[in-house]
């Protein structure tokens, strides 16, 4: 199976320190996206990367926030000084669609973050 | 911020009730697509509505875009136990962009 895969899956971090994750998506897909969810709410869109460009960044993402597609393969999120409120699960999608916007998402199964 | 507010935000019935969830927004999108995630996994895709006033059926699950492309809704049939889980919604912007749902948590009781 060759699916989407999020590194790690779980991180216990205490306040101020740095985290990354990694996303590897499907090989073949140019878009990759990043999502933050909290508990029974619907994710919020971070980033999104086409090929190795950032072509859009939410609002949400502050200074602290850096994603990175260097070769257009594999993804990193990093966050840096994390704070409480950065608890949440970082879920990872890709899609392959060559043009227009129908096309499916497939999601790794998230990288749950927990900043004490 | 969340573009599209679905209703309602939990919803627990008995196994064979019927259910809509709605998912509304002031923004137009160019498609829109409904997934469904369970505990510990990422969303999966359920369906996909392209034109205005489209619907589609997936089993017992139906799915209608607003004339307007700006709403959706979605019906269940019959549910069953296995229909639980959290019902999102994503509406896709031209610039390939998706905005999901505030979320819908289904139970079914058997």
């Known amino acids: 199976d060759t699916g989407v895969s999020q590194d790690p899956r779980h991180k216990i971090t205490k306040r101020g320190q740095n985290v990354t994750f990694r996303c590897d998506p499907i090989?073949?897909?140019?878009?990759l996206y990043w999502y933050r969810q909290t508990l029974g709410q619907g994710p919020e869109f971070l980033t999104y990367?086409?090929?190795?460009?950032?072509?859009?960044k939410s609002r949400l993402l502050s200074d602290r926030f850096s994603a990175e597609r260097p070769k257009g393969s594999f993804s990193t999120l990093e966050i840096q000084r994390t704070e409480q409120g950065d608890s949440a699960m970082y879920l990872c999608?890709?899609?392959?669609?060559?043009?227009?916007?129908?096309?499916?998402?497939?999601f790794g199964e998230g990288s749950r973050l927990t900043v004490l | 911020t969340q573009l599209l507010e679905q209703s309602p935000q939990f919803l627990s019935i008995q196994e064979g009730e019927n259910l809509t969830v709605y998912c509304n927004s002031s923004?137009?999108?160019?498609?829109l697509q409904w997934y469904r995630q369970e505990p510990g996994e990422g969303p999966v895709l359920l369906v996909t509505?392209?034109?205005?006033?489209e619907v589609k059926k997936l089993k017992r699950l139906t799915f209608q875009f607003g004339d307007a492309r700006k709403d959706s809704s979605l019906h269940i049939t019959a549910a069953q136990p296995g229909d639980t889980g959290l019902y999102l919604c994503?509406?896709?912007?031209?610039?390939?962009?998706?905005?999901f749902g505030t979320g819908t948590s289904l139970t079914v009781i058997p």
């Open positions: 999608a890709s899609s392959s669609r060559p043009g227009g916007n129908t096309g499916e998402l497939f």
């Open positions: 990367f086409q090929n190795e460009a950032q072509l859009e």
């Open positions: 090989s073949e897909h140019n878009r």
């Open positions: 509505v392209v034109t205005g006033g």
């Open positions: 923004s137009v999108f160019s498609s």
């Open positions: 994503a509406g896709a912007t031209t610039g390939n962009q998706f905005y």
